[in-house]
């Protein structure tokens, strides 16, 4: 087999283990700090909240420094040091003995985490240009898969082992990850002979000084914003919907609803993006994501509202793969991982605001007006690739 192909696959497979086993603890995490010794409501919701996107913050500030060492040392390498290092980390969660513990434990996690974005950058520099936005497609899929999965595996897990034995399972299944890297991903990597010193902030201005580099980190900060403003309360849009107290099924199928929809677009709109241009099926995909958001405000059951989310997933299967694409296009030489590495904290930056920002909304408008107002940053999107991301890359063209 070529070997960006065997690579492609085994990262999938690693991929998807490692989401798999980081979102096993979704469906728990305030049970847990029940056990923890957390027994106020309150308490719980401001600590699972706190606990949770702590993840985010250090991952958002430590992802360009990742980024600058992986493109002076290989990118396998920071494969690696990230599944191995949260291995130990998910294991230590285990045994954590109150909140003060797991949430530095967890802002440990974020800060050596960055297993998805190395992985993206080794794909994207190892393949050849033609077929990269189908290996990044590919890749998401992977991704995606392991990101449904896990809450269900890990709900499963836990009615059956116990909450602590759940952290032992999630860096059993990391650490498998990282040894398929170790000993079955080749990496054709030269390190450069003498690197030169550079500050992030120089790094930051020499890649954002190359045109629409900007443009297109706000675009991807602009949909995880969106997206993931809406996806905590689904359930309690389900709830309405159905009447139902016990909802919980029926909200993850209306959360996965659009998850596998992902999984299932991602190949195809990344082979797209090879022969028509990344940047036509980001813009389209983005617009279809605008127009099929808009009829969730307006559902009046359960399966209609399944059924529109399915349909958003099939256009944001082609949003983060070419927007990868794209950023390997446009990279400088040899700094290919810090541009995705500052892609990340973006990426991150939309992880963290989006939740706040939707309960915010949410008080106020309600879910309906969310959703509206979801479609709207993902039209603000639209606006940035139509007013600054297509011209400047057709004029890179033309010269």
């Known amino acids: 087999m070529v070997r960006w192909r065997k690579n492609l696959y085994i990262l999938m497979a690693a991929q998807f283990f490692v989401m798999a086993a980081m979102t096993m603890i979704v469906p728990f995490l305030p049970l847990y700090l029940q056990e923890l010794g957390v027994t106020d409501p309150g308490q719980i919701s401001i600590w699972s909240g706190v606990i949770f996107g702590v993840n ?29 290092g ?19 434990l967890r802002m440990l996690n ?29 890749l998401q899929s992977g991704t995606v898969a392991g990101t449904i999965c896990g809450p269900l595996i890990g709900g499963l897990l836990a ?16 650490a498998v990850a990282a040894v398929a890297v170790l000993f079955l991903v080749k990496e054709d990597f030269e390190k450069p002979e003498q690197a030169e010193k550079t500050k992030t902030s120089d790094d930051f201005k020499r890649i954002a000084g190359v045109q629409p580099m900007i443009p297109l980190y706000t675009v991807i900060f602009l949909v995880q914003f969106a997206l993931i403003g809406v996806n905590p309360l689904i359930s309690v849009f389900v709830g309405e919907l159905s009447g139902r107290e016990e909802n919980a099924f029926y ?11 992902n999984m299932l677009a991602s190949p195809k ?16 995909s983005l617009i279809g994501a605008v ?23 099939l256009c944001l299967g082609g949003l983060l793969p070419a927007a990868n694409t794209l950023i390997r296009q446009l990279s400088p030489q040899g700094m290919e991982s810090r541009a995705y590495g500052f892609s990340n904290s973006f990426l991150f930056l939309g992880n963290m605001l989006g939740p706040a920002a939707g309960g915010l909304i949410s008080a106020a408008l309600g879910m309906r007006g969310l959703f509206l107002i979801s479609a709207a940053i993902l039209g603000a999107a639209v606006f940035v690739m139509y007013t600054k991301v297509i011209p400047k890359l057709a004029q890179r063209t033309e010269s």
């Open 269 to 284: 709109l990344g082979k797209l993006s090879d022969t028509k241009g990344a940047q036509y099926v980001l813009f389209g």
């Open 251 to 261: 909200a993850g199928l209306a959360v996965a609803s659009l998850g596998v929809a």
């Open 110 to 138: 974020g800060t050596i985490s960055g297993f998805i974005p190395a992985s993206i950058a080794l794909v994207s520099t190892n393949t050849p240009k033609e077929y990269a936005g189908r290996a990044l497609g590919m």
């Open 291 to 313: 127009l099929l958001s808009i009829p969730q405000a307006f559902v009046t059951n359960l399966w209609q509202l399944i059924a529109a989310r399915f349909f958003v997933g």
């Open 159 to 174: 009615d059956a082992f116990g909450f602590r034995a759940i952290f032992n399972i999630t860096g059993l299944g990391i």
């Open 56 to 84: 985010f913050l250090t991952a958002f500030l430590f992802a360009p420094l990742w980024g600058k060492i992986a493109d002076r040392q290989g990118r396998k390498l920071m494969v690696l040091r990230s599944g191995f």
């Open 86 to 104: 949260m291995a130990i980390v998910m294991v230590l969660m285990g045994f954590a003995t109150g909140p003060w513990s797991l949430f530095f």
